[in-house]
T-cell receptor
């Protein structure tokens, strides 16, 4: 069974540009989560989808972040326009049951 | 006070010894607790989940939960150099939906 995949693995962009991160969850997992780890800090929750619906987006930092989940399958997280403080590692996780979440390899975003 | 606290380490143990990793949490009615292992530059890997007071064993790993003391621990028996990694404690806090709240992680070093 394939795990959670994320693309790209690394992105370097300039401040003010737009970046779109993609996550493909484990097949059959209705729950999809986005998390972020900024340097030196703990991993923090961004949002949670159940199928195509946003269940909880309480962790989204501001309206420069937009997450979508097309047809309840893969998800994208767009940052527009990117700021320096958006740099970090963005993880996607998925779960079938509501509790046990499996993480992808992450996308390392560097904003210069 | 952080919601989930871990000693950042590093915790150094000799090969073959028992490694004991500790985590405290602030919400006394939390129900779901997880340990993830993260190698440098890799994704967090779920290694244990525990929901009830007491011990849960899986191979060389034992998770211990004491809800009265708001304490969860991970024991690794017969530690191997390949166990050297950062161990993340994660909790689903009451009222937090399904989102994981992470500690900052404890770095474990198993020395030959």
């Amino acid at each position: 069974e394939a795990g959670v995949t994320q693309f790209p693995s690394h992105s370097v962009i300039e401040k003010g540009q737009t970046v779109t991160l993609r996550c493909d969850p484990i097949s059959g997992h209705d729950n999809l989560y986005w998390y972020r780890r900024v340097m030196g800090k703990e991993i923090k929750f961004l949002l949670h989808f159940v199928k195509e619906s946003k269940q909880d987006e309480s962790g989204m930092p501001n309206n420069r972040f937009l997450a979508e989940r097309t047809g309840g399958t893969y998800s994208t997280l767009k940052v527009q326009p990117a700021e320096l403080e958006d740099s970090g590692v963005y993880f996607c996780a998925s779960s079938q049951a509501v509790w046990e979440q499996y993480f992808g390899p992450g996308t390392r975003l560097t904003v210069t | 006070q952080k919601e989930v606290e871990q000693n950042s380490g590093p915790l150094s143990v000799p090969e073959g010894a028992i490694a004991s990793l500790n985590c405290t949490y602030s919400d006394r009615v939390s129900q779901s607790f997880f340990w993830y292992r993260q190698y440098s530059g890799k994704s967090p890997e779920l290694i244990m989940s525990i929901y009830s007071n007491g011990d849960k064993e899986d191979g060389r790993f034992t998770a211990q939960l004491n809800k009265a003391s708001q304490y969860v621990s991970l024991l690794i028996r017969d530690s191997q150099p390949s166990d050297s990694a950062t161990y993340l404690c994660a909790v689903i806090l009451t009222g937090g939906g399904n989102k994981l709240t992470f500690g900052t992680g404890t770095q474990l070093k198993v020395e030959l």
